[in-house]
Structure formats: structure tokens, C-alpha cells
């Protein structure tokens, strides 16, 4: 752990040379989404059950943009580092392991999950869209998104020969999970056998539990749906491991 988190620490200075448009970006689209979706499209949605849509698409958003942020920072950035500038095999002359560097990798990129949806939580909160302190209690949910989803998009890392085989896991995993995980409508809305296939990804999961926290409310049945994101991200993280080792001792 103690090794990981030196790989973690030199993203971190990385990023802090690039901080400001990141920050941008952070508070920017997710204000853009909120704008357009929630008052465009809220308008003629009007309420869900008791719930303004805004409030409503807001709590999903905070999801959808830990999935997002993860998964690009596990693919693209870690990719780079990986096979473009060498900063992997620089590491590896270092005394740091495989395991060391995914796991720092991982950790870093649930911490650009976090810094994002912060943003997203106080640009909420300042439109008034936040219902109590409950919504403190996403800040750790986020990093646990974070880990999910940036140790799965590392397994597509680990098996991509180019940037290009990035666009097979956006357009068939991660669009159709947004889209079906109760982010922009609830998931009671589907078809019956869609909304229960829904529960199979781990998106819904943490929808279902930051909903009622950014509403001032409680979610129900909290543990298992910790447990399918915290199942998905062990696995990820494990197969990515398995993977890495053959790639890159080869």
C-alpha cells in the first residue's frame, strides 16, 4: 500500500500542473447537464412522484460522472502512462510491483471520482437541489464508485492495443448502463425484464443508495447493493491484475 500510494502521489503532482482547466471541466459540464437536462427537459417532465426532475437527475448525475470520470482516467490517462510515455516501465526499474503501480492507478483514478463529484454536489447544492447533510454521507460512496468502475475500465486497459478498442467499452457497457440504471428516468418506467437486468450492472446500485442521500432521505437496503459494487470492483481490480502481469511481463 505504502508503494501504491507513491504511484498515486505522482499523478497527483501531475495533475495539480494541469488543475485549473481540470477544475473548469469539473464544475462546468456537470452545471451544463444540470441546466439544459434539468430545466430543459424537466419542464415537460415536471415532478417524479414528489421529486422535481432536477432533483431527481442531479442525484444521477453524481453516479453517471463517478462512472465516467474512473473509467477515462483507468483507459485513456492510465493507458498513456502505460504504453505512450513509458511511465509504467520507468516505475517498474523502480522498486514497485504490477500490483503496486494498478493499485495506485485504481486509487487515483476513484480520487478524480471524488474530485469531480464534489463539484457536482456543490454546483447541486447551490441550485438548491440538495435536501440535507445526508448528502456528506455520497462523498465515500463516490470514491467506492470510483474504485468499481476505474478497476473494471482497467481490465479493457489491460486488453486494449490502442485507444481505438476504448470506444467497444463506451458504446456497449458504459452508454447502455447510463441509460438503464435509473440516471435520467426511474428505472420503474422500463419494461419489467430491462429494469431487473438493470441490477445486474453496478450503476443502478449506486443510484439506489445516493438518491435518497442527496434528497435527505435514507436508502433501503444499503448492504446489498454495497456489495455488487464492492463485487465488481474486487473483481475488475483482480482480473486487471491477472492481466497486466501477462501484458506487460511478455
Known sequence: MPRAFAVWRRNLRVWRKLMWPSILGNFGEPMLYLLAFGYGFGRLVGDIGAMPYMVFLASGIVCSNAMTTASFESMYSAFTRMTQQQTWGSMLDAPLTIDDIVLGEVFWSATKSLMSGTAIILVASALGLVGGWQALLVLPMI??????????????TALSPSYDFFLYYFTLVMTPMVLLSGVFFPLDQLPELVGQAAYLLPLAHGVEIVRPLMTGGWPDSVLPHLLVIIAYGAAGFWLSLRLLRKRLAS
Do not use: E, I, K, S
Open 143 to 156: 470514491l467506492l464508485m470510483g474504485f468499481c468502475f476505474g478497476a473494471c475500465a482497467m481490465v479493457v
